[in-house]
């Protein structure tokens, strides 16, 4: 299947600090799509974007869909204890299956 | 409330027995996929279907099979073929490919 490159794979950060994390294709994607997992639980969706060079925010979450259509961006403000979790990238490929990045774990030091 | 219902959410089996996992959506959501999750490793498709009756291997289907009768419902066999079954299984459904997928809660088997 489709491979998505996402870094870093882990992150410990203190409460209040921002949080960067990107994820990157061999193959040009349609769409980006950013996830949230919280522990012992599906994954929600958090983001979608449908546009090269689209910039779009959900509260104090950000994201970018790459121009060259490869790569995408999660950035997080002010993070706080509940941002703990693992965020996943991911994008749809050969129709409607969708392959996602490993993820990045998130950890929050109050 | 609309979403999806994945049970049991905990379940544990002896090496060499078949086990059924069940997913049961409300949403009146087309398609619907089942993946496994394995620590550090993301989620990987074991099989999806976008239809009623029809459905199509994902990355890693071996060992694994799944039957779509009903709109609401896509339950998935890990068969004794299946040989790491231990993992969290992860049922999702969505509408018109664009990825936008609504997760389960899981569910996590243990063969010992």
């Known amino acids: 299947g489709q491979q998505l490159n996402q870094s870093p794979q882990s992150m410990f950060i203190q409460e209040g600090e921002d949080v960067s994390m990107n994820c990157t294709s061999s193959?040009?994607?349609?769409?980006w799509l950013w996830y949230k997992q919280d522990p012992g639980e599906g994954p929600v969706l958090l983001i979608a974007?449908?546009?090269?060079?689209e910039l779009t925010s959900n509260g104090r979450l950000t994201a970018q869909f790459g121009i060259t259509r490869k790569d995408s961006f999660l950035n997080i403000s002010a993070s706080i204890p509940s941002d703990v979790g693992i965020y996943f990238c991911a994008g749809p490929y050969s129709g409607s299956r969708l392959t996602f990045g490993e993820g990045t774990q998130l950890t929050v030091n109050p | 409330d609309g979403g999806i219902t994945q049970s049991p959410k905990y379940l544990f089996r002896k090496e060499g027995q078949n086990v059924t996992l069940s997913c049961e959506q409300n949403l009146n959501h087309d398609a619907m996929y089942w993946y496994r999750q394995d620590p550090g490793q993301g989620l990987r498709l074991i099989y999806y279907s976008q239809i009623v009756n029809d459905f199509q291997k994902g990355d890693i289907a071996e060992g694994y099979s799944v039957s779509r009768e009903k709109k609401e419902s896509f339950p998935l066999t890990v068969t004794s073929a299946q040989k790491n079954p231990t993992a969290f299984y992860l049922c999702?459904?969505?509408?018109?490919?664009?990825?936008?997928?609504?997760f389960g809660e899981g569910s996590r088997l243990t063969v010992l």
């Open positions: 974007l449908y546009k090269a060079g």
């Open positions: 999702a459904s969505g509408e018109g490919g664009t990825g936008e997928l609504f």
């Open positions: 193959s040009i994607f349609n769409t």
